[in-house]
């Protein structure tokens, strides 16, 4: 279960997203051709992965945070805000530089926006990011697969079964309780579902 965790980690989200969009929805990037794909999902995993894991190892490394997964609520503040940055710089630079059309920047945005809430959330209750992250991915399909017909094929599914394994490693390892991982299922769901109906 702990490869599960470490597999559909949440600043792995962005990455797998966008690749299940560019794969299955090419005709919402006109700009993007396909053979420069894999270097903007590379960009993707650069800016919305790679650089916030590199803060919270640095985190860890001066002992601001006790270990990487997080597991102190109150220890969740700061690697929050630099990924809150990391994604709001990301959108601006996929927005104003990249010129990517509205489906990608209203997910990018929604996730910034989204990390902002689960930030303010975690002050008083643990929630589960995980949970919240990969639900939130279902979300954003769900939501496009009833507003444009988009067929995903298989990896809407796929999606739903990581998304369960993803939560119930959460329980399994004792990280969660299970109103925290509900919580957080429910919240990434609903908020990234609703944000695609009403915003695009």
């Not at 930030?119 to 589960?128: A, D, G, M, N, P």
Request: glycine share 4%; aromatic share 18%; net charge positive.
């Amino acid at each position: 279960m702990k490869i599960v965790s470490v597999v559909f980690h949440p600043l792995l989200m962005a990455t797998y997203l966008s690749s299940i969009l560019f794969l299955k929805a090419p005709e919402f990037f006109p700009r993007v051709l396909p053979e420069l794909v894999p270097k903007f999902v590379l960009i993707v995993f650069i800016t919305t992965c790679l650089m916030p894991a590199l803060s919270i190892f640095l985190l860890r490394t001066f002992s601001y945070i006790s270990n990487l997964e997080l597991t102190q609520r109150n220890e969740r503040i700061r690697p929050f805000i630099f990924i809150a940055f990391y994604y709001a710089a990301a959108s601006y630079l996929f927005a104003d530089k990249l010129r990517m059309g509205p489906l990608f920047m209203t997910v990018m945005i929604s996730v910034s926006i989204l990390i902002v809430l689960l930030l303010v959330i975690t002050r008083w209750f643990k929630i589960s990011i995980h949970s919240a992250a990969i639900w939130g991915g279902v979300g954003f399909i769900a939501a496009l697969i009833v507003t444009t017909g988009l067929d995903t094929g298989c990896f809407f599914y796929l999606l739903i079964l990581a998304a369960g394994l993803t939560s119930s490693s959460r329980l399994f390892l004792g990280y969660h309780q299970p109103k925290e991982v509900w919580f957080g299922a429910m919240f990434g769901f609903v908020f990234s579902f609703l944000t695609i109906v009403l915003f695009f």
